[in-house]
Structures are given as structure tokens and as C-alpha cells.
């Protein structure tokens, strides 16, 4: 789990999965390449929009969650599994 501290919002939650990266890299060493994020979710497995404000789709202390592509895969089979 990596804190971040987002101050007063005002960025899009999509900084927030690149900072999240960013500081998964470097805790991870330099030949750790996560990629790019393909979304967040929150804890409960509900999806964020990305493009929102992180003042208006997260409360203060909230965890929340990037999708990789391998947790894409992941979710697919989740999915089909349900029906």
C-alpha cells in the first residue's frame, strides 16, 4: 500500500494511479515495469471513473485500487464465473 496525499483534489483520480505506479517502481526496483494503469477500483470492486475530480469520487483515507492489464484478465474470468 502506497499513501498518497492528494491535498485539497483538485487532480483528475488518473494522477493518482500515476503516482501510485511511480511509487510501486521505485519501491520495487528499476526492472519492475507495472505498465499502465487501465483504471481503479475501490475496495468493494466498484470502478472510478478516471477522469473525475479525486475530490468528488474519494472520501479522505479511502483505499482504492490500479487495474493492470493482467488484473483485466482477472476480472473477465470473475465475471463469467457469476454467470
Not at 8 to 23: E, N
Not at 42 to 62: C, H, M, P, Q, R
Request: with cysteine.
Amino acid at each position: 500500500m502506497f499513501p498518497i496525499f492528494c491535498g485539497s483534489g483538485t487532480q483528475r483520480v488518473r494522477w493518482l494511479s500515476d503516482v501510485a505506479l511511480h511509487r510501486y517502481e521505485h519501491f520495487n526496483g528499476a526492472g519492475s515495469d507495472p505498465g499502465l494503469a487501465k483504471g481503479m477500483r475501490f475496495e468493494n470492486g466498484d470502478l472510478i471513473d478516471i477522469e473525475a475530480t479525486v475530490s468528488n469520487k474519494l472520501k479522505s483515507e479511502e483505499h482504492v485500487w490500479v487495474i493492470l492489464n493482467e488484473d483485466l484478465a482477472l476480472m473477465e474470468a470473475e465475471r463469467k464465473r457469476e454467470f
